[in-house]
């Protein structure tokens, strides 16, 4: 059973940070390419950050690239993703999956709200 646990959200003013977390179980970590989702109310779920194994390559969302940093530390089987700057329209539930999805495996996600 592959598990995608994630955790961090919360409600945050316009300019603001949050630093969200994935635990991950079930599947040999290491050799997965790791992504953050996004679905934000009213539209189709979206790829925010993508992270490779060795952390060699990090790719982003063009609506997120300068404010966001996503990495990962393969001994603890976790992703991370750095949010600066935040917009109102940031605000979305976030959820962590391999950057092909495991779909029988998407977690709850964690809820970011960005308001005044």
């Known amino acids: 059973q592959v598990q995608f646990v994630e955790s961090g959200g919360g409600l945050v003013h316009p300019g603001g940070s949050l630093r969200l977390t994935c635990q991950v179980s079930g599947l040999t970590f290491s050799n997965y390419t790791m992504s953050w989702y996004r679905q934000i109310p009213g539209k189709r779920r979206e790829v925010v950050a993508t992270i490779i194994g060795n952390s060699g390559y990090k790719g982003y969302h063009d609506s997120v690239r300068g404010r966001f940093a996503i990495s990962r530390d393969n001994s603890k089987n976790m992703i991370y993703l750095q949010m600066n700057s935040l917009k109102p329209e940031d605000t979305a539930v976030y959820y962590c999956?391999?950057?092909?999805?495991?779909?029988?495996?998407w977690g709850q996600g964690t809820q970011v709200t960005v308001s005044s």
């Open positions: 999956n391999g950057f092909v999805p495991i779909h029988a495996s």
